[in-house]
Nanobody, 117 residues
Framework: QVQLVESGGGLVQAGGSLRLSCAVS????????MGWFRQTPEKERDIVAT????????YYEDSVKGRFTISRDNGKNMLYLQMNSLKPGDTARYYC??????????WGRGTQVTVSS
């Protein structure tokens, strides 16, 4: 059974930084595409960033480009999201996810990020 557990969320002032981590157990993440998503009560869950199994290719949602960096450590079964220059608009619950054969089938429970102005 694949389990994903996020950590690193919290309250931060605008302009600050946070680093989210996602610990995966049950299987090696080496064959998964991995991603971070976020959701607020007002919006559907949206993609933030993704990274291919090798880490060789990444995707970022336009609003986070240049501020967020996704990375992975397959040896440690870990996924990360470094978030810099945070804005109040980044306030959301952030979810880690793993995709197999194109489907985001594995999800964590999320970690809350709140950015104060």
């Amino acid at each position: 059974q694949v389990q994903l557990v996020e950590s690193g969320g919290g309250l931060v002032q605008a302009g600050g930084s946070l680093r989210l981590s996602c610990a995966v157990s049950g299987r090696s993440i080496a064959t998964f595409e991995m991603g971070w998503f976020r959701q607020t009560p007002e919006k559907e869950r949206d993609i933030v960033a993704t990274i291919t199994w090798s880490g060789g290719s990444t995707y970022y949602e336009d609003s986070v480009k240049g501020r967020f960096t996704i990375s992975r450590d397959n040896g440690k079964n870990m996924l990360y999201l470094q978030m810099n220059s945070l804005k109040p608009g980044d306030t959301a619950r952030y979810y880690c996810a793993a995709a197999e054969r194109g489907a985001w089938g594995y999800w964590g429970r999320g970690t809350q990020v709140t950015v104060s102005s």
